[in-house]
């Protein structure tokens, strides 16, 4: 069943724009490296007016195929690079992040 890895973040506020969309671009770039396998990536900024968000502002989502595809994306060293690069600009560590992986159910 396909999964859709969501996760979401508030980054401190001396880490400028340009340095967190470089960021979130190389992790983006992750899915061209051989042994990881994800599609659909999107990022962006909240915008919703509900005030729901509980101080999270930006967030970026991938697709994997199946749990496997997930579990060996999380694992590989470029991920765990890349993730504690992004743990390090966030306003309160890992305090300031929600990931959530998502079983595509189409009939839920």
Do not use: W
């Amino acid at each position: 069943m396909p999964i859709r890895h969501i996760v979401l973040c508030k980054f401190r506020q001396d880490i400028p724009a340009s340095a967190q969309q470089d960021l979130i671009g190389q992790i983006g770039a992750l899915g061209a490296i051989d042994g990881i396998r994800f599609s659909h990536f999107a990022s962006g900024r909240n915008v919703s007016e509900e005030n729901l968000s509980n101080g999270l502002e930006l967030g970026f989502s991938m697709e994997f195929a199946n749990a496997a595809d997930l579990n060996a994306y999380l694992i590989h060293p470029e991920h765990q690079k890349l993730g504690a690069a992004l743990v390090a600009m966030l306003e309160s560590g890992t305090d300031s992040i929600c990931v959530f992986d998502m079983e595509l159910n189409p009939s839920a």
